[in-house]
């Protein structure tokens, strides 16, 4: 689903959601950090997934902080992303 080109987004969806784990983990340029966030902002769909990873992440951040198996997170993270995403 594509909207108005706008001149200052770099990204497409593929692009964002490609460097999205990149972003939550630090690792990217400022530069593509903020294609990236400039995207995000302009793009519902990529805003909703960005906001899931990165609550996402702080919980797994968490759980592993205090050394407790999330069940109940890991529970609904599964519901969340499918049967067929199940892992370990
Ligand atoms: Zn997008």
Redesign the pocket.
């Known amino acids: 689903m594509s909207t108005m080109p706008e001149p200052h987004r770099a990204?497409?969806?593929d692009g964002?959601?490609a460097r999205l784990f990149d972003f939550l983990d630090k690792e990217l340029d400022a530069a593509t950090e903020s294609a990236l966030l400039a995207?995000?902002q302009?793009?519902?769909?990529?805003?909703d997934?960005a906001e899931f990873e990165r609550r996402f992440k702080a919980a797994v951040a968490e759980s592993r902080s205090a050394q407790r198996c999330p069940d109940a997170l890991r529970q609904r993270v599964i519901a969340l992303l499918g049967p067929q995403r199940e892992a370990t």
């Open positions: 990204l497409d969806c964002a959601f995207h995000v302009h793009c519902r769909s990529c805003f997934q």
